[in-house]
């Protein structure tokens, strides 16, 4: 039977559907920039492993210590199993951060080939895992593990030289100054390989800030928290073993505290956003409150709501309404100051409280807000406005809720007026005598009249 006189269960007649599978994968969509740079890394990562290894031998001491560090990490997955399950679940990550302070450890005492040997089996683990459970994107696990894979030959390439190639770490200024770079190379050659990356998957779809896909400061800081742990646990298993299990207390140890502190943002952010959810913003603008009764200031809380928004969701879809929200909060974050409490008050619709701002400053900020809404550039290409309603009141003479409830009612009048518009209006004071007063604050958008 020729090929063209196959029946329609062969081989042959499979490919078109094989083809449009392939088509389908992540990897396949994945930008052709990003594509020849993880195949880069990824060839790179296996030429110099086996290079590594095969061009030298390691020693007796070499695979003891291997032996021995393995042992420990073990160790220590057995007893933080649960601790390092449930990082997993809250930070919706595949490899915990946990695998760096390993790795790290391993550049230190052990040879180049043997910690990028140290380096591949920790990862091959995982990546075992995620083949059998089918939860992640394999080629992104595989492309992560290079780069650690990388980041610690790079950092014991680095060790071996101040060493005189004894392969770990020597007592002295030279083995200070080598810890020192081992800890400065790691990361700069994993999170500069990994962010680039991302930043060229994310640029193919949108213009982004290079800042938006680094690490932020809190995880740079447990960063260097993990990687002296590492230093530590090197010290530990080379010069007093005995004392690894102390090391160990303090790792785990760090790992509940990053737990306790990924559960606390969990709680209080937004996960669309990023920003307060409603509950937290609350807690934060009380705060806000109780110091500026001190200097006895203008405050004022400004609600804000996209115009329309079910109509953006439903023209679009759900994926262009999540990344406008994402958006304009972070339109919020750049326009108003570091110290202002900003939450999503729901839906729709975002809160924030201004200290030391009477209804002239409140105007000029909610003004700029609604300019610069309408202004952005939205991944889906489409257009959002917003309408605002700012409260304005006295710290010490009104509370957050009179606030909430005068901006509430300032928005209703916004968006009544036509949308796309600021409304001010100033809490009442207690005093009897003095009259209510609302200011209309005109709408830059010249369209409508006032």
Known sequence: MTRSEAPPGSVGCRRPKLAARVRQTALWKTPRSAVALIVSIETLCVTWLCVANLSRLPSVSG????????????VYAIGANKIELLRRYVAEVTFAGVASLWCMAAALILPVGLAGAFAALLYGHALFRIIRTKSGRLFQQIYVAATDVLATMA???????????EGHMS?????????VLAMITYPVVQQTLVTTVIYL????????????VM??????????ATFS????????LVFAPLLSPLVLVLIVVLRRSALVQELQVQATRDAKTGLLNAGAWRQEA???????????????VVMLDLDHFKVLNDTYGHPAGDATLKAVADCLTEALRGYDAIGR????????????????????????????????????????????????????????????SVADKALYVAKGAGRDQVYIESAPLPSPATAHRAVRVQSVKPTQPH
Do not use: W
């Open 229 to 236: 742990l590492a230093v530590l646990l090197a010290i530990a």
């Open 63 to 74: 695979l003891g210590r291997f032996i021995l560090l393995f042992f420990v990490a073990l």
């Open 155 to 165: 950092a014991a390439s680095v060790v071996a030289y101040f060493g005189a190639g």
């Open 345 to 404: 008050y729901g839906g729709e619709e975002f809160i924030a409280l201004l200290n030391e701002a009477d209804a002239t400053v409140s105007a000029v900020v909610a003004d700029r807000l609604c300019a610069r809404i309408r202004a952005l550039d939205l991944p889906h290409g489409g257009k959002v406005t917003a309408s605002i309603g700012v409260g304005v009141g006295k710290a010490g003479k009104h509370g957050l809720d009179e606030l909430i």
């Open 201 to 212: 998957v994310a640029r193919a779809s949108r213009p982004v800030p290079l800042r938006e």
């Open 286 to 300: 009380d705060r806000h409150i109780v110091r500026a009764e001190r200097l006895n200031g203008s405050m004022s």
């Open 215 to 224: 690490l932020s400061r809190d995880d740079q800081v447990m960063e260097f």
């Open 171 to 179: 007592s002295g200024l030279l083995g200070a100054i080598a810890v």
